[in-house]
């Protein structure tokens, strides 16, 4: 009987084990999804900034030359 009971012990660590990787591998790969959403938001959130900026400085460039054009008009009338 001892010799069983030491055999069952051994079947629950090894069972505990078992499930203690499989809990740690999941909670693993939650964080790693998580991380990934994560980095995918940044990338969008900067994607949107730079759009931002360049379509800023693009209207930066446009807004003197319609200036001048109408400057020039108002001249020649």
Do not use: C
Request: hydrophobic residues 50%; without cysteine.
């Amino acid at each position: 009987t001892h010799q069983r009971q030491y055999i069952y012990s051994s079947f629950y660590i090894v069972e505990l084990s078992v499930v203690t990787l499989f809990i740690s591998g999941f909670i693993a790969m939650l964080k790693f999804v998580a991380d990934w959403f994560d980095l995918v938001a940044h990338k969008k959130e900067v994607e949107t900034e730079r759009l931002t900026a360049e379509l800023n400085f693009l209207k930066a460039q446009i807004n003197p030359h319609f200036l001048f054009n109408t400057l020039n008009n108002l001249y020649y009338l």
